[in-house]
């Protein structure tokens, strides 16, 4: 059974919240973030991308790209840009995108329940990944980012939610994006218990978002288990930096595909490939996005296509049966010949968030054809998770982000 522990958050001063709340690291490219940190300098992207700090013939990798993230953090802990919390609490954290709420609770998941499966994964990571993130959460000595997780909806956990949100929020801003984000503490030792033994009471919890980060926080605790060999398992080390929501309220955008040659076709040939495949049919209208599971669309040599997968290519196997994965294996590896879409540059992914005009600008600039899928349900998600399996790349894309910089949790407290 999962142990999701309150813990004592280092978090921004109210007045400054709005100011230091960034989106993940991992959304920006080295340029993108320094561009960021100049628009808003007290972004905490100074911290997640220290390399911002240096001009661009530091490696973002160099050790003192890392040891300045290290300085910067404890420096403005220090002057009063952040305050610790007076004990371990839970923390209500809501955000609000295009009329849509969603509402987690931040607290420490044991690096433990990772290892033993009931923290469960459906991505793969890669070392390369892990190294950076390893560095900067050893450097910084803290967690900075949290790991999005899922569960399925517990009405003891809903109920304490509920409550907690009849009162007036900690935190209550609009991000630049325009998704407004709402914090709760919750002082009260009654509810503490409460949401202790209710999580106590969940049997699996799902990595949503953030695999790298996860994977690097255990392994963080799990080299400071190394060096310290009489640890007794309730230090900080041993747990890491989570956001938790329940299953009914995540919303999972498409994951888009596009490519960049038809493998040697014109694009007459190619949609004639694709009529042999799958039912194929102009779209007319405004409408580009699919409207249903074993459907996608697709925009070639100017025209959108609703294109249906037949019933006999469907499967009830949970990563099979995906989408993603039937687009991949019946279209993307026979016809494109891209039998590896995790390292071949023939392939390139768009996150539902740019919508379809993106996919119709790839096309104009340095794609063929672009492939809009139906979005990965959380179901689908659980189900690949529960079998013990993993996801093709890019299959989900979670919307809205949550924000670095809100909850900071320290490993030496």
Known sequence: ??????????????????????????????????????????????????????????????????????????????????????????YIYELTMDGRTQTGIAACASIDDYQNGVIKKHENTRAEKEKDRISHVDACDAQTGPIFLAYRADSVITAVVNRTKEGT?????????????????????????????????IGQIYIADGHHRAASAVKVGLKRRAEHPDYDGTEEFNYFLSVLFPDEELYIMDYNRVVKDLNGMDAGVFLEKMGEIFEVSPLEGAERRPREKGSFTMYLDEQWYACRIRPADLSDDPVDGLDVSLLQNLLLAPVLGITDPKVDPRIDFVGGIRGMDELERRCHADAKAAFAMYPTSIRELFAVADAGRLMPPKSTWFEPKLRSGLFIHALSQ
Request: hydrophobic share 35%.
């Open 1 to 90: 059974m999962a142990v999701i522990r309150p813990f004592t958050a280092i978090r921004p001063s109210r007045e400054k919240a709005a100011r230091i709340a960034a989106l993940p690291y991992d959304v920006y490219n080295r340029q993108e973030a320094k561009e960021e940190v100049l628009r808003e300098p007290a972004s905490f992207l100074r911290i997640d991308r220290a390399e911002t700090q240096f001009d661009d013939s530091v490696d973002t990798y160099a050790p003192e790209v890392y040891q300045k993230a290290h300085d910067i953090l404890w420096e403005m802990i220090g002057r009063g840009d952040f305050v610790t919390e007076e004990k371990p609490c839970y």
């Open 169 to 201: 929020p900690e935190y209550d801003f609009t991000s630049p994006d325009g998704v407004t984000h709402r914090v709760w503490v919750i002082v009260d030792d009654a509810d503490i218990d409460t949401l202790k033994k209710a999580f106590s009471g």
